[in-house]
């Protein structure tokens, strides 16, 4: 079985500050892994995902997350928040074929102050 | 432009009317998905859909009918509305070739059962 569980739902940074929203996965095989942003009233827009070429992986928009496999955890970082992140964000497993189905988190709402 | 649209955005209907929500891509992609999307539970997903005419039953299937008859086309009826059916419904899609694929997502719709 997978499941994704994402810790916080809402997480609220400073403007610069960094940001970290943790994924931790389970599965019992390796997993394909990804990031997903959603702004208001719009739909889910892949951020990043992790390919197993590399363990730290960059997407757009300045994040970037690293894939630990002892921790089996995904989080997701990016250096200076800045106020256009503000956003819903979405870690989700894959184990691909089978149908490539997903799994997703419940959600981190990050939230920025000025 | 190539994408995913999903139709209508917003709906209210009431309960036991029969609605049907549309879901049209172009990029000829095999998978397609339809997840609801509620407070709390993140995206779950509802049906999906390897190919024409192969739909297969998701994690909350109970009330939704699916069908694809056409590769572009994935509709999601809701026969009997009930108001716990009553959240965002987003239409995704993705290629066949090659695992790690990001599944791509509509706008979403929104839909109110009265």
């Known amino acids: 079985a997978q499941s994704v569980t994402q810790l916080g739902s809402h997480v609220s940074v400073s403007e610069g500050a960094l940001v970290l929203l943790r994924c931790n996965y389970s599965?019992?095989?390796?997993?394909?892994l990804f990031w997903y942003v959603q702004y208001p009233n719009q739909g889910l827009q892949l951020l990043l995902k992790?390919?197993?070429?590399?363990?730290l992986v960059k997407g757009i928009n300045g994040f970037e997350a690293e894939f630990k496999k002892s921790e089996t955890s995904f989080h997701l970082t990016k250096p200076s928040a800045h106020m256009s992140d503000a956003a819903e964000y979405f870690c989700a497993v894959s184990r691909g074929g089978n149908f490539n189905k997903f799994y997703f988190g419940s959600g981190t709402k990050l939230n920025v102050k000025p | 432009d190539a994408g995913i649209t999903q139709s209508p955005r917003y709906k209210i209907t009431e309960t036991g009317r029969q609605v049907t929500l549309m879901c049209h891509q172009t990029w000829s992609h095999s998978y397609m998905f339809w997840y609801r999307q509620d407070l709390g539970h993140g995206l779950r997903l509802i049906y999906y859909?390897?190919?024409?005419?192969?739909?297969d039953k998701g994690e909350v299937p109970d009330g939704y009918v699916v069908s694809r008859s056409k590769t572009e086309n994935f509709p999601l009826t809701l026969e009997s509305a009930t108001r716990s059916q009553t959240s965002v419904y987003f239409c995704?899609?993705?290629?066949?070739?090659?695992?790690?694929?990001?599944?791509?997502f509509g706008d979403g719709t929104r839909l109110s059962i009265l």
């Open positions: 599965s019992s095989v390796p997993p394909y």
């Open positions: 859909s390897a190919a024409a005419d192969i739909t």
């Open positions: 992790y390919t197993s070429a590399a363990t």
């Open positions: 995704a899609s993705s290629p066949i070739q090659g695992d790690n694929q990001p599944q791509h």
